[in-house]
Structure formats: structure tokens, C-alpha cells
């Protein structure tokens, strides 16, 4: 059972503009919620995360939108850089859960 | 700093072998974490360490999968009698204080192939 789900395996963007990565989880315990990218041959490094009690955070380039009602979440990069392909993981977890929950991954490829 | 390290980088193995994987994590950090990412999958969660205890083995697939870290720092991984379906990247990942809003910090991973 998928509790965390990425149902766009692929996704290219023109560099310069907008990217949207999109994630929708079904566990309503769930209330913490991080996105990771993940280059070739390496781990998967933080990127940015929400909590449930906000609807939206914002760090420089990224920014990540919280829709609880309709239990999904995404990613915006703006603008692209070819420096941001790689593959996007969203990730989730609830206080006093101290393991994530991983989406199966969005690859983002910008085209110069 | 150091990042988390992981040993080997790389490991192929024969169908019903024992594999041991390493991990090292930040010095400092007190809760450890084991994922693993199979083909076209998520990151799939194995084990959590907190010091050197493991208050949550939920993610382990099966009894020949067995985990241990010792001095509160270095983890390993045995997959004992490997079978196909076990070929992954393994991953391990270590936070400051295990709290579920603590940063996880990866490895490279390992990968492991049976054959």
C-alpha cells in the first residue's frame, strides 16, 4: 500500500521557467512533510519541508504548497536551472514516527 | 564535516550468500536509519537506531535481514542466504536526535546485486 505517491515518474521543463513536482499521500496521521532530490550515484539530500500547521514555505528558488483537504503537496522551482535535474523524492512523516514515508520519485529533467 | 559513509560501494554477490553492508554516520548523531531503494521504487524503510537500540525493526522484510550498530556510531547490515529480490540500493541516512522533524542526512548508498 502506497502511502505516498508520485505519479509522474518523468517531467521536462525549459530552463528559466517554472517546475511543479506534485505528490499525494493517503496516511491522515501524516503531519510532516519533505521533499529530497538525488543525484546519480548519491544519496538523497533535504531540500525543503512543510509542516501541517502551514500551507506553504519558501526557501530562494523552491517552494512547497500544502493542500491538507485534498491530501497533496507540491514542489515549485522557479525559475529552472540545469543544475536542478536530478530525481525529486516527497517524503512524509507523523510526531512520534520517527521513519519517512518516500514517494517512488519524480525525475526532472531542465532543457537548456 | 564528514558526510555519512557507506561500505562498499558496490557489491555483487551469489544467490544465497551472506553480505555485510557498512555505514558510518555523522559523528554526533544519535539515531541511525536504514533504507532501501529498489528498482523503479520509493526509498523503503528497514530499521531505526536510536544509540544502540533499535526501537523500530517494522521495515525489515524478513528474518535473514539483521542489523546491529555498536558504540552508538557504526552500523552493519547483514542480509544472510541473499536471494535475487534483495538486490537494492541500501541506504543509510543519521540525524542529530531522531526526532521526525530532524534532518536525515544519506550515504551514497550501497548497491547490491545477486545473482
Known amino acids: 500500500d502506497q502511502q505516498v505517491k508520485q505519479n509522474s515518474p518523468s517531467l521536462s521543463v525549459q530552463e528559466g521557467r517554472i517546475s511543479i513536482l506534485n505528490c499525494d499521500y493517503t496516511n491522515s496521521m501524516f503531519d510532516y512533510f519533505l521533499w529530497y532530490k538525488k543525484y546519480p550515484a548519491e544519496g538523497p539530500t533535504f531540500l525543503i519541508s512543510i509542516s501541517s500547521i502551514k500551507d506553504k514555505n519558501e526557501d530562494g528558488r523552491f517552494t512547497v504548497f500544502l493542500n491538507k483537504s485534498a491530501k497533496h503537496l507540491s514542489l515549485h522551482i522557479v525559475p529552472s536551472q540545469p543544475g536542478d535535474s536530478a530525481v525529486y523524492f516527497c517524503a512524509a512523516t507523523f510526531l512520534g514516527n520517527e521513519k519517512l514515508t518516500f514517494g517512488t520519485g519524480t525525475r526532472l529533467t531542465i532543457i537548456p | 564535516g564528514a558526510g555519512v559513509s557507506q561500505s562498499p560501494s558496490n557489491k555483487v554477490t551469489e544467490k544465497g550468500k551472506d553480505v555485510e553492508l557498512r555505514c558510518d554516520p555523522i559523528?554526533?548523531?544519535?539515531?541511525l536509519y536504514w533504507y532501501r531503494q529498489s528498482l523503479g521504487q520509493g526509498l523503503e524503510f528497514l530499521i531505526y537506531f536510536q544509540g544502540n537500540s533499535a526501537p523500530d525493526k517494522s521495515g525489515l522484510p524478513s528474518d535473514r535481514f539483521s542489523a546491529e550498530r555498536t558504540g552508538g556510531s557504526v552500523s552493519t547490515l547483514t542480509i544472510q542466504r541473499t536471494q535475487q529480490e534483495d538486490s537494492a540500493v541500501y541506504l543509510c541516512a543519521s540525524s542529530l536526535t531522531g526526532v521526525g522533524t530532524d534532518t536525515q542526512y544519506f550515504g551514497p548508498g550501497t548497491r547490491l546485486t545477486v545473482l
Open positions: 559523528s554526533g548523531h544519535t539515531a
